[in-house]
């Protein structure tokens, strides 16, 4: 799997929007790019996946470049909630493969009041 | 999302006896499931990956006679540390995989991760 770079740690005040950059230049076309986050002492949860098209959900915004070399993900108004561990890994999607998910080491995304 | 449920959420047990975590996929099926072992301030390293009827493929440099994983149904697999170190205490989390009709629904999820301290 192509590794990805993130900044270690990102501050951002509560109400603005976070904006969590990653680097994944080795990545080849059939791998897609999955936003994960973990809360302190929980289970990682899944935010938002892309493969070339930006994404939205209820919870963030995908924003891949179009090389797809690297990629951005928004909280359009962040929370003390989502002060967390924002991990982005790209991941080979082959239909009967493993398909398993490598972490890095993440950003460590501190919302300030 | 899916919903992944992780027994006991935390543990203690004395050096040299074995403990069972148990990891449930709770509102789908899932034929592969992972398990991770995270220590503290670090990132989340990838043990096994198990398939639902057959054996465990283990990452390099984890020890399968130590961690034993069965995934003996679509809905539970299980890890056991057996003769546990107090270098085996970790968090130890699982994840599954849907089994979707659409290829982009592979969508892995994650358990809430079990704290295992070896006293």
């Known amino acids: 799997d192509a590794k990805t770079t993130q900044p270690p740690s990102m501050d951002c005040a509560e109400g603005r929007a976070a904006n969590l950059p990653c680097n994944h230049s080795?990545?080849?076309?059939?791998?897609?790019v999955y936003w994960y986050r973990q809360i302190h002492s929980q289970g990682p949860q899944y935010i938002i996946h892309?493969?070339?098209n930006n994404e939205t959900n209820e919870m963030a915004s995908l924003i891949i470049t179009e090389d797809r070399k690297s990629s951005t993900l928004i909280l359009p108004h962040a929370t003390l909630r989502d002060t967390a561990v924002y991990y982005c890994?790209?991941?080979?999607?082959?239909?009967?493969?493993?398909?398993?998910?490598?972490f890095g080491t993440g950003t460590l995304l501190a919302v300030q009041p | 999302g899916a919903v992944v449920s992780q027994h006991p959420s935390r543990v203690i047990c004395k050096s040299g006896t074995s403990v069972k975590i148990e990891c449930r996929s709770l509102d789908f099926q899932a034929t592969t499931m992972f398990w991770y072992r995270q220590f503290p301030k670090q990132s989340l390293m990838l043990m096994a990956t198990s398939n639902e009827g057959s054996k465990a493929t283990y990452e390099q440099g984890v020890e399968k006679d130590k961690f034993l994983i069965n995934h003996a149904s679509l809905t539970l697999s299980t890890l056991t540390v057996t003769s546990a170190h107090p270098e085996d205490s970790s968090f130890y989390i699982c994840?599954?995989?849907?089994?979707?009709?659409?290829?982009?629904?592979?969508?892995?999820?994650f358990g809430e991760g079990s704290w295992l301290t070896v006293v």
């Open positions: 890994i790209v991941r080979v999607e082959v239909l009967g493969a493993t398909n398993k998910l490598i």
């Open positions: 080795t990545i080849s076309g059939n791998e897609y």
């Open positions: 994840s599954a995989r849907g089994d979707r009709v659409e290829f982009s629904g592979n969508t892995i999820y």
């Open positions: 892309g493969l070339k």
